[in-house]
């Protein structure tokens, strides 16, 4: 697994169509980054006094659609580094209805190592 990578390639032993494989290696070539902008961007939103963001919002403040947001919203619930709100609220985007909102739970100086190592590879 290369430094600050998430998800490792597809092992050789997970039967996979050619296609496929090689598809999935060109989404794994820019996953990180996006991850990495989306977190980013959640950081952004908390030093201008947002206490949360959803999928909508943040798609909103950094001119992606909400299919491209809410997707890395969803990995990095799930890895640990953001949380959700346990209820939902009404959304500020245009458009969305009420969601869960998330909030960074790693420390700023952490995502600035991870960007670092994704630099460097």
């Keep these: 697994m290369k430094p600050g990578c998430l998800f490792e390639p597809v092992p050789s032993r997970v039967e996979m169509a050619p296609a496929s ?26 030093d201008d006094g947002v206490e949360d963001v959803t999928g909508g919002e943040l798609a909103e403040r950094m001119g992606w659609t909400p299919l491209q947001t809410r997707p ?40 600035q190592r991870w960007r670092e190592a994704l630099k460097a590879k």
Excluded: M, N
């Design 72 to 111: 890395r919203l969803t990995e990095l619930h799930g890895l640990k580094v953001l949380t959700r709100s346990l209820h939902t609220r009404p959304s500020k985007a245009q458009g969305e209805a009420r969601c869960h909102a998330y909030v960074a739970a790693l420390p700023r100086s952490a995502v």
């Design 21 to 46: 494989r090689e598809s999935w290696t060109r989404v794994l070539e820019t996953l990180e980054d996006r991850q990495c902008a989306v977190l980013w961007a959640i950081y952004d939103a908390l």
